[in-house]
Structures are given as structure tokens and as C-alpha cells.
């Protein structure tokens, strides 16, 4: 009786460091998270106000800052999704023929993923440049001076410009994921439909399309989760500005809590922005399942 009981309890020991460290880094700062959004508390001081539910009624139907910076996430969210993706698809399609030296391209493409989004954001910084930036001196060399301006700083290009950068360093990501579901697709598939005489465009249509439709779900849904949470490349570049015109929900969290020591707002405006996102994600992933019945 006794080894049944050891042998019953194996697998439960096996993974109790994986609980433990889930629980102490996820289960219970979020349950901590969730009392403070009740609060109205600087981070520091003793005394705290507990206001019930007024920080997520400020949040969601006064503060017009933080709103748009949903906005903001939003759009460089759907140049990710068409723009990034769309590249990533194209390299995937180019990789995943038979060229020479394939697996340097791989390789290459992989880079700017696995760069700092600090680094990457002041390398930016210096292209984007009024005064001495790459793209301006460009512009003037081929004749259009005229566009030549500062990128970051002008109300009208920041966002834009930070969603270059932005898609610049996400599409390894969607082009990794892309190539491997294509490798997964039978090769006789595209040989029976040359016989037939179908085209290119038709095999892609009626072929790579359905096939790799689940793996476009996945890479849409890290698309969204992966650029609505974007925070490195905005601090780096603009830190928000010019006048919140590059806010996204993570930076005014983070402006909220240490910008003007309101942590209890901060929390609130944090488990409002995961909430959406869980939905979103539900949705999607919902909407997958009834697309592939």
C-alpha cells in the first residue's frame, strides 16, 4: 500500500517546482495586482485609500490619454498584421524553394527578432534623425528634400515611423513560423497539381492557403498579443511623444505608475488592457475552430 501511495504521489513531486515557481511569479503577483487596482496608493507610502472600483471607471470613461493609446496599439497593430505578415509570408514562400544557401537567408531574416528593442530603437533614432539621420540625407540624394523632416518628433509620422521599426524587427518571427508550417506541407500535393496544369497562383490559393490557414491564425494571434504589449522600441524612440501621439497602453501603464506614482491606477489600467487581450485571443482562437469545421 505504501509504494501504490509513493507511486500516486511521483508525478505530483515531479512537477511541484514548476507550480511553485508558476505561483510565485504569476498566480500570486496577480492576485497582489488585483487587490492594489482597489487602491489609491503612491507605491511607497503606508497609508492607502481603498476606493473599490473608481480607478477602472477613470481609466475606462475619463482618461482620454489612455484610450488613445489603445488607438495607437491598434493601427501599428493592423500595419503588423497586413504589412509584417505579408512580408513574412513572401521571404517564407522564397525560402522554402530549393536556393542555394537557404539556410544563410534563415538566419538572417532571424536576426533583427533576437536584437535589444533598446538597441534597435537608437539605431532608429539615428536613421529617423532631422539633422544628420540616413533617411533624410537619402531623400535629399535622390531629389526629395522636400520630404526630409524629423521623424520621430512630427505629429504626423511618428506613429507611422515607430510601426516601421516595430515591423522591421517582428517579421523574423512570423517568417520562422511561416517556413516551418510550409515545410509541413506534402510535396506531392504541388506535384499532382502541376500535372493537372494548375498555375502558381492556383496552387497557392487552393493549396498553401488552406493548409497553412491554422498557422496564419497562430502568427495572426502572436501578431496582436506581440505588438499591442510593444514598450522597448517606443521608450527608446519617443517615449510616448510628441504629445502622446505614440502612446501605447504598456508605456502609459508604466507612465501611470512611475511617472506620476499612482500604482493603484497603473494596476487597474493593466488588468483592463490583459482582459481585452484574453478576449481578443478567445475570440480568435474560437473563430479558428469555426473556420477549420
Excluded at 12 to 40: D, Q
Excluded at 130 to 152: C, E, K, Q
Excluded at 225 to 235: K, N, R, S, V, W
Amino acid at each position: 500500500m505504501l509504494t501504490i501511495n509513493r507511486l500516486k504521489l511521483a508525478p505530483y513531486l515531479f512537477i511541484a517546482p514548476a507550480l511553485l515557481m508558476f505561483a510565485t511569479f504569476s498566480i500570486v503577483p496577480f492576485f497582489l495586482m488585483t487587490s492594489t487596482s482597489l487602491l489609491n496608493w503612491d507605491g511607497i507610502s503606508p497609508h492607502r485609500d481603498f476606493v473599490w472600483f473608481q480607478n477602472y471607471v477613470e481609466a475606462l470613461l475619463h482618461d482620454q490619454v489612455f484610450r488613445q493609446s489603445f488607438l495607437n496599439g491598434a493601427w501599428v497593430t493592423v500595419l503588423a498584421l497586413t504589412i509584417q505578415n505579408a512580408l513574412a509570408l513572401i521571404l517564407a514562400l522564397a525560402v522554402n524553394r530549393q536556393l542555394a544557401g537557404r539556410s544563410i537567408y534563415r538566419t538572417i531574416f532571424f536576426i533583427p527578432p533576437i536584437l535589444s528593442e533598446i538597441v534597435v530603437g537608437l539605431i532608429w533614432s539615428w536613421i529617423y534623425d532631422g539633422n544628420y539621420g540616413i533617411l533624410n540625407d537619402v531623400l535629399r540624394a535622390m531629389g526629395l528634400g522636400a520630404w526630409s523632416r524629423d521623424w520621430l518628433s512630427s505629429p504626423d509620422t511618428a506613429l507611422n515611423a515607430i510601426a516601421v521599426i516595430h515591423m522591421w524587427k517582428g517579421f523574423g518571427w512570423g517568417f520562422v513560423i511561416f517556413l516551418a508550417g510550409l515545410q509541413t506541407i506534402p510535396e506531392e500535393l504541388y506535384e499532382a497539381a502541376r500535372v493537372d496544369g494548375a498555375s502558381p497562383w492556383y496552387r497557392f490559393w487552393h493549396i498553401t492557403v488552406p493548409l497553412l490557414f491554422p498557422v496564419m491564425i497562430l502568427v495572426s494571434i502572436l501578431t496582436v498579443l506581440g505588438t499591442m504589449q510593444i514598450f522597448g522600441i517606443i521608450i527608446a524612440t519617443t517615449n510616448g511623444g510628441p504629445a502622446y501621439h505614440t502612446e501605447v497602453p504598456i508605456t502609459r501603464i508604466f507612465a501611470s505608475m512611475l511617472g506620476s506614482s499612482r500604482f493603484g491606477y497603473a494596476c487597474a489600467q493593466g488588468i483592463i488592457f490583459g482582459v481585452l487581450l484574453l478576449i481578443f485571443s478567445l475570440w480568435q482562437m474560437r473563430w479558428q475552430k469555426r473556420s477549420a469545421m
